[in-house]
């Protein structure tokens, strides 16, 4: 069952990214933090949960452009996770399509990542540099730093540097 992340997920949401992401805690601790600013975005936080265990989560949250005098509201996803010995059985892809779709829903008709570019272009997502936008708070390569257009025109005006949020910078 795909739904909203409740506040009695936090646990177990903490545990899924830590063991999807190697035993490390950073994306856990960028879940809290996004949880806690003003760019979260309740429903687009988002859990697969299987009888009480929750098997993925994706968190899509505001950020924005800013370029040529103007700024631009885009929303972000990061992080994806599935729990390890549930990968590769759609769940994720489950997730995503979810979240698009509430992300659309909402009015936001961007969302931008950091991300494998062997996996997010099937949801529409392409290289962002190829539309004017630029990320300088981190050194990736271009097929990596893409942008999925979700509501036609919303890229139409959005030149300039995407800005993550204070709660991705923290070290």
């Known amino acids: 069952m795909i739904r909203t992340e409740r506040t009695a997920d936090y646990e177990q949401v903490y545990s899924l990214h830590y063991e999807a992401f190697g035993k490390r805690e950073d994306e856990s601790k960028l879940v809290e933090r996004i949880r806690q600013s003003d ?6 936080s988002i859990v697969a949960d299987m009888d009480g265990s929750i098997a993925g989560h994706i968190l899509l949250s505001k950020a924005a452009i800013f370029g040529h005098g103007s700024t631009v509201e885009v929303i972000v996803l990061a992080p994806l996770a599935v729990q390890p010995a549930l990968q590769k059985k759609g769940i994720g892809s489950a997730l ?6 509430r992300t ?5 008709g961007l969302v931008a990542l950091i991300g494998h570019p062997g996996y997010y272009p099937r949801f529409g997502f392409e ?14 390569p271009d097929d990596v730093f893409m942008i999925n257009e979700l509501i036609q ?4 005006g959005a030149t300039g540097e995407l ?5 991705f910078l923290h070290v």
């Open 39 to 44: 760019q979260f975005v309740t429903e687009l």
């Open 163 to 167: 800005k993550y949020p204070q709660a």
């Open 127 to 140: 290289p962002a540099r190829r539309h004017g936008l630029e990320l300088t708070q981190y050194d990736v």
């Open 104 to 108: 659309r829903e909402l009015g936001y």
């Open 153 to 156: 025109g919303s890229l139409d």
């Open 96 to 101: 995503m399509q979810e979240g698009l779709r």
